[in-house]
């Protein structure tokens, strides 16, 4: 499919150009991103399934775990078939609504994720802080004035970057160097200024990636203090804490990684774009890993429903 001509005065229809630099070599890149996508929705699933089935994990700290893996699995649902679809079969097109659709869920989930770290670090300063009221905080009406902000603000950033993108004039040209709409490879396309959206994109990164991270470390900072002062009694929670921080550390050096090769230009096309997809998609492949290896309460379960399993099979086949 060839680009639109230049002649409209502001393209509606959009063609995808991943990795197209890398020729013949192109429909080999689906074949890690096939496997690893894959391997998030059996891990997610399984993680998933694994705290609802059990009722020991039916406590906040599982549910929220839970939750981030129902995030996880939706990214990859969103990004990956797209990806496969412009790498092997060259079908690439997208018109203007659905890009900034896709941009409003790609940018949303990951607003989510964020906004999950925050609560995982709530939960923990409740459970090692403040024991007493913790089941006070984490019942469902204690825990809703955490969440309506953050979710509140999610929306209306990710809305106000969405809506701006979609008023941008893009006279120039219709190819994105993505595989996905992300909000930087569209807006680069645009005729005109586009400070602010480069602005607000800025405002959005530092209200939910930096906000959130300054709050998660704070919380973090205060349940340190109080595990050194306690000794060795909450050391099984710190276990669950140090957990929490892997996970962060890796989702906001992706974010940071991608954020900063679209502003300085700092990588090859070929190389941002796959920091950019993997960004939004390795995370969701290494949470549940992480999670289920980490966390003894749930790779036990994980264990014992897989024997379960077995002994289930072996019965009926000796029946």
């Known amino acids: 499919m ?14 995808f150009s991943g990795f197209s630099e890398l020729g013949a070599l192109k429909s ?11 391997v998030s929705l059996f891990a997610n699933s399984l993680l998933i399934y694994v705290v609802i089935s059990q009722r020991s994990l039916h406590s906040p700290m599982y549910i929220l775990i839970a939750c981030m893996s129902f995030v996880d699995m939706c990214l990859p649902l969103i990004l990956i078939p797209n990806l496969l679809l412009n790498v092997l079969f060259n079908t690439s097109g997208i018109s203007l609504s659905g ?16 906004a999950l770290l925050v609560w995982m670090a709530l939960d923990r300063y409740f459970a ?27 929306v209306v950033m990710i809305v106000t970057v969405v809506i701006l993108a979609g008023k941008v004039s893009f006279c120039f040209r219709n190819v994105i160097n ?54 060795k009694s909450s050391a099984k929670a710190l276990h669950t804490c140090f957990t929490h921080i892997i996970v962060m550390v890796i989702s906001l050096t992706f974010v940071l990684t991608a954020f900063l090769s679209y502003r300085m230009n700092s990588l090859p096309n070929a190389g941002r774009l796959f920091v950019s ?23 036990q379960s994980i264990l014992k429903v897989f024997k379960d399993k077995v002994t289930v099979k072996c019965y009926c086949v000796h029946r």
């Open 28 to 38: 080999f890149i689906s074949i890690p991103f096939l496997i690893l996508f894959f």
């Open 178 to 231: 993505h595989c996905v709409c992300e909000h930087m490879a569209l807006v680069e396309l645009g005729c005109g200024s586009t400070a602010i959206n480069s602005l607000v994109g800025l405002l959005g990164v530092f209200m939910v990636t930096v906000v959130d991270f300054l709050c998660i470390t704070a919380s973090y900072i205060i349940i340190f203090r109080s595990v050194l002062r306690s000794g």
């Open 99 to 114: 890009c900034l659709v896709q941009m409003f869920l790609i940018h949303m989930l990951g607003a989510c994720q964020s």
């Open 128 to 154: 090692i802080c403040r024991p007493l009221s913790y089941h006070d905080h984490m019942s469902l009406p204690g825990f809703l004035q955490f969440v309506i902000p953050l979710l509140v603000r999610n």
């Open 277 to 299: 997809i993997m960004y939004m998609f390795l995370p969701s492949c290494i949470n549940p890993i992480i999670y289920g290896v980490r966390t003894t309460e749930i790779r």
């Open 2 to 15: 060839e680009p639109l001509k230049e002649n409209i005065s502001s393209h509606e229809y959009f063609i």
